[in-house]
């Protein structure tokens, strides 16, 4: 899909197409919500399965969010929108009733007041702001700055007023209209509700209201009903206009349920766990995930305890985890019965890491155990990255390594031994500005190195009283991949640099007299050469000698 420019006046408009996948007459415009990015929505997986022709347009004058509406209360980017839908529509032969408007919250309200304004009969919206002034005002500053000027002093009235005025100024009643809401939504009340009746006039309004307990806020509205709405589309793309009516969804938690829906005969034993993010970070780990026991309802903090457990030959640490909200858990989780898991989210404590220094060498197994005052589970943690990480402090190496069955940690000297089959260059080096940079060349028989991942580096600065390590980059320098006699392994690769080739701070290295040594690190094996040595004068001065060994 290429991104495109669409120019009028003084408007600009960035856009991207999709075509049609089957013979299917129809094109749907996608109108975006607010998004960090300003970018396009629904143009991934969801998108895929409705195989007509497709038009994103961007959202983004000045930097900001407008709406698809005004620019400093100029409305000319409405025009801009409605002549690129024309355009896209010539250019592929259709005509308006083979075109629906599509938006969610933001770009819901502007496919509502799009498609009014260019008589458009086919809309479908899921949690749109109706009353667009209060909106922006009360939530969005910084978009309603961009979309009104400052002498505009009725300007908020205007936004409210946009698609109320619209609908009360239509003639042409025959569209088709859908509205996604929930009254878990806290915008449905104010944005939502008390527009509802102004579209009765339309011939086919049609409006889905979920009332669950798996839909709280108002990001959750449109992943609850994807299905239908994708359903909806799928047959408004083939010319088929289904009526729905005024539909609920979805079973209300009664209020007295204490966060477990009546009737629920689901697991009371294990424990379920997901670990999104384990990250090394010197000598801490940060993981982020989700953990709960089936059955035990988590609405607020200290119902459960959560633990990271390492476990090596010899010993057993136990790291107590802090709980954090999940607003995705109990959608993903849902199974029979509902069960509020709100609180089944998991990070460090503030988020400051877990202390690994305290840890004797050696190899740790990682699992997490829930505890309630009746059950104690615990399963080993499993992530979804496959690459391995590896961090240094203070002398000591740390390996992350991941698999399908379970997570392990390592951590040794970062000290290694002198392999008898090596080849170390350095190629360049200096110190300056409180600067220490080093580059060259350290590859290990046996160890090949296809690409710049296939092995870490590090320097390690070592005195009489401390010693000191530095990750650097593996550069993707490529050398001469046959240097050992196996003709079949290749190290073109095994480049070692200081990480963009702009040196490590000595700012916070004590002052003494350092050797400096290069470690390479593939797993558990680590491989150290001494490549000259470093004298460091208040972490501002430094002077050496490096040389290829």
């Known amino acids: 899909m290429n991104i495109r420019k669409f120019s009028f006046e003084n408007i600009e408009l960035e856009y991207k197409t999709r075509p049609a996948r089957k013979d299917i007459e129809h094109l749907i415009v996608m109108f975006s919500g607010i998004r960090p990015d300003k970018g396009y929505e629904f143009d991934g997986q969801?998108?895929?399965?409705?195989?007509?022709?497709?038009?994103?347009?961007?959202?983004?004058?000045?930097?900001?969010?407008s709406y698809y509406l005004c620019h400093k209360s100029d409305a000319a980017v409405q025009i801009a929108v409605l002549m690129l839908v024309e355009s896209e529509l010539n250019r592929l032969g259709l005509t308006k009733e083979q075109c629906t408007f599509v938006g969610f919250s933001k770009g819901g309200a502007a496919a509502i007041a799009l498609a009014l304004k260019g008589d458009y009969p086919n809309i479908v919206a899921t949690v749109p702001q109706i009353a667009i002034g209060d909106y922006v005002r009360d939530?969005?500053?910084?978009?309603?700055?961009?979309?009104?000027?400052?002498?505009?002093?009725?300007?908020?009235?205007?936004?409210?007023?946009?698609?109320?005025?619209l609908v009360e100024n239509d003639r042409n009643?025959?569209?088709?209209?859908?509205?996604?809401?929930?009254?878990?939504?806290?915008?449905?009340?104010?944005?939502?509700?008390?527009?509802?009746?102004?579209?009765?006039?339309?011939?086919?309004?049609?409006?889905?209201?979920?009332?669950?307990?798996?839909?709280?806020?108002?990001?959750?509205?449109?992943?609850?009903?994807?299905?239908?709405l994708v359903a909806v589309l799928n047959l408004l793309v083939l010319g088929i206009r289904p009526r729905l009516g005024n539909v609920k969804n979805g079973i209300p938690l009664s209020p007295?349920?204490?966060?477990?829906?009546?009737?629920?005969?689901g697991p009371v034993t294990g424990i379920e766990a997901a670990t999104h993010e384990l990250t090394l970070n010197e000598d801490k780990l940060y993981?982020?995930?989700?953990?709960?026991?089936?059955?035990?309802?988590?609405?607020?903090?200290?119902?459960?305890?959560?633990?990271l457990i390492l476990t090596s030959a010899n010993l057993k640490k136990v790291y107590r985890l802090a709980e954090t909200q999940d607003k995705w858990v109990n959608q993903r989780y849902f199974a029979h019965k509902f069960v509020d898991y709100r609180f089944a989210g998991f990070a460090s404590r503030k988020n400051a890491g877990l202390n690994l220094s305290e840890l004797a060498d050696g190899f740790y197994s990682l699992s997490l155990r829930g505890r309630s005052r009746e059950r104690i589970e615990s399963i080993p943690v499993v992530t979804s990255s496959i690459d391995q990480?590896?961090?240094?402090?203070?002398?000591?190496?740390?390996?992350?390594?991941?698999?399908?069955?379970?997570?392990?940690?390592?951590?040794?000297?970062?000290?290694g031994e002198s392999h008898s089959m090596h080849v170390l260059t350095v190629e360049d080096s200096w110190v300056k500005s409180g600067l220490f940079h080093v580059e060259g060349r350290f590859a290990v028989q046996g160890i090949e190195a296809q690409t710049w991942k296939d092995l870490d580096y590090f320097l390690v600065l070592k005195s009489s009283s401390r010693t000191l390590s530095f990750k650097i980059g593996a550069?993707?320098?490529?050398?001469?991949?046959?240097?050992?006699?196996?003709?079949?392994?290749?190290?073109?690769?095994?480049?070692?640099?200081?990480?963009?080739?702009?040196?490590?701070p000595l700012a916070g290295v004590?002052?003494?007299?350092?050797?400096?040594?290069?470690?390479?690190?593939?797993?558990?094996?680590?491989?150290?050469?001494?490549?000259?040595?470093?004298?460091?004068?208040?972490?501002?001065?430094?002077?050496?000698?490096f040389r290829s060994i």
Request: glycine share 8%; hydrophobic share 35%; charged share 20%.
């Open 173 to 228: 009643t025959n569209k088709n209209i859908y509205i996604w809401s929930s009254v878990g939504d806290k915008e449905f009340a104010t944005q939502v509700e008390p527009f509802l009746p102004i579209f009765e006039k339309y011939s086919n309004f049609n409006t889905v209201i979920t009332d669950s307990p798996l839909v709280t806020t108002h990001n959750e509205v449109t992943k609850y009903n994807l299905s239908n």
């Open 256 to 265: 007295n349920a204490d966060g477990v829906e009546a009737g629920y005969a």
């Open 287 to 307: 993981p982020v995930g989700i953990l709960f026991l089936p059955g035990v309802p988590l609405t607020g903090y200290n119902q459960i305890s959560k633990e």
């Open 510 to 545: 004590p002052t003494d007299t350092y050797e400096a040594n290069i470690s390479l690190v593939k797993g558990p094996s680590v491989f150290t050469e001494r490549i000259g040595q470093l004298d460091v004068l208040n972490g501002r001065r430094a002077t050496g000698v």
């Open 389 to 415: 990480q590896t961090s240094s402090s203070n002398g000591s190496l740390y390996v992350l390594q991941p698999g399908s069955k379970g997570t392990t940690l390592l951590k040794r000297s970062i000290i």
């Open 139 to 165: 939530t969005r500053p910084a978009i309603m700055k961009n979309m009104l000027s400052e002498s505009d002093t009725e300007g908020v009235s205007n936004l409210n007023n946009i698609i109320p005025t």
């Open 475 to 504: 550069a993707s320098m490529k050398m001469n991949k046959h240097i050992f006699a196996n003709r079949y392994a290749t190290y073109k690769s095994a480049y070692f640099a200081t990480p963009g080739f702009k040196g490590v």
């Open 46 to 65: 969801a998108s895929n399965s409705i195989h007509c022709n497709w038009l994103w347009i961007r959202d983004e004058i000045d930097g900001e969010h």
